[in-house]
């Protein structure tokens, strides 16, 4: 019994924590994989809460077209106007849809990556570099599929509502209703192309960049452990990589996800009348927003997460 359990390779460990730490939890894989779903609901609400201005700037430069409908200078007058029209917590619209959305995608982003590395891990424990790259393309795909695409296609859409004159949602579920009255189901999944492009690109890039980044630091030694703050600078440099690998996708899932998305006849038609239209550089419209956003988002949220499984595994047996 001993000698089975010495060989044993614990399938669910997250890979930016040590099998000390945060990641050797009581309980068993299946008391590990609900904690890392309600740990997962909390960190995406913080983090929300706390970059949320910055999504919401960078979706409105990003639907902000070049012509008569341009409204926006730059990110400061975006802020300017938005605040001057509808005070501080203009910035907050559309907060509640990433709030509602939170738990689910964490739930579907972590369970299908230690899902997929039941089937990548290596005898020694280890992910390949192509095991790390596949693992996130996975939780990627499956986040943007049941839970990304719909909760960010409401999103925009709110956003995009409040640049009209007289905005018709009046609240989330208003909002919902409307948006599927009018467009069927189908129309909460507008861009899930492009939607499934983004969210696949940023966790294979960002899960690579993260175990790349401790096994390094590790040097050899799986029982090293890693400071909390070094486990944050390692969240933002792999968000740092998943914006400049991506921001062109993240452009044309937002609109085709926006309120003139029937413009475009598919994800290929938009990016071809953007780059007909407007140029290559409006690809990388937003970037500045994003990346401050996306680097603080995923430094904090690997940071935070680690930090609430350490509370966990002491009071959740």
């Known amino acids: 019994m001993s000698s089975r359990s010495g060989n044993f390779k614990n399938p669910f460990s997250r890979p930016w924590m040590t099998e000390t730490g945060a990641a050797a939890a009581a309980g068993g894989p299946g008391s590990i994989g609900l904690k890392g779903v309600v740990a997962g609901g909390i960190t995406g609400g913080i983090e929300i ?16 077209e070049k012509g008569g409908t341009k409204k926006y200078s730059g990110i400061w007058d975006c802020v300017r106007t938005t605040v001057k029209g509808h005070g501080v917590l ?15 995608k964490s739930a579907v982003r972590f369970g299908v990556f230690e899902q997929a590395k039941l089937y990548m891990i290596t005898d020694n424990g280890t992910l390949t570099n192509t095991g790390k790259l596949a693992c996130g393309l996975a939780a990627g795909v499956a986040e943007a599929v049941f839970a990304v695409t719909p909760m960010e ?8 509502d409040m640049r009209m004159e007289k905005p018709r ?67 933002g440099v792999a968000g740092a990589a998943s914006v400049f690998g991506n921001t062109p996708i ?16 598919s994800t290929w038609d938009c990016f071809i009348k953007t780059w007909k239209h407007e140029g290559p550089l409006a690809f990388y419209k937003g970037t500045v927003p994003r ?18 499984m350490d509370v966990f595994n002491y009071v959740w047996k």
């Open 49 to 64: 809460c706390i970059t949320f201005p910055t999504e919401y700037v960078k979706t409105q430069l990003q639907l902000d």
């Open 90 to 104: 203009g910035l907050y619209r559309g907060l509640s849809v990433l709030l509602y959305g939170s738990i689910p």
């Open 153 to 160: 296609t409401v999103k925009v859409k709110f956003i995009n």
């Open 169 to 235: 949602f009046k609240g989330f579920f208003h909002g919902v209703r409307t948006i599927v009255r009018e467009e069927g189901i189908g129309g909460v999944y507008k861009g899930v192309t492009a939607t499934i492009m983004k969210q696949g690109s940023n966790q294979a890039i960002r899960f690579f960049v993260v175990e790349s980044l401790r096994d390094w630091y590790k040097g050899g030694d799986r029982d090293k452990p890693v400071p909390k703050y070094i486990v944050g600078l390692f969240g």
């Open 250 to 265: 993240d452009v044309v899932k937002t609109r085709m996800q926006g309120l003139e998305a029937a413009k475009y006849k």
């Open 291 to 308: 990346l401050s956003r996306v680097v603080f988002d995923v430094a904090i949220t690997f940071t935070i997460y680690d930090s609430i």
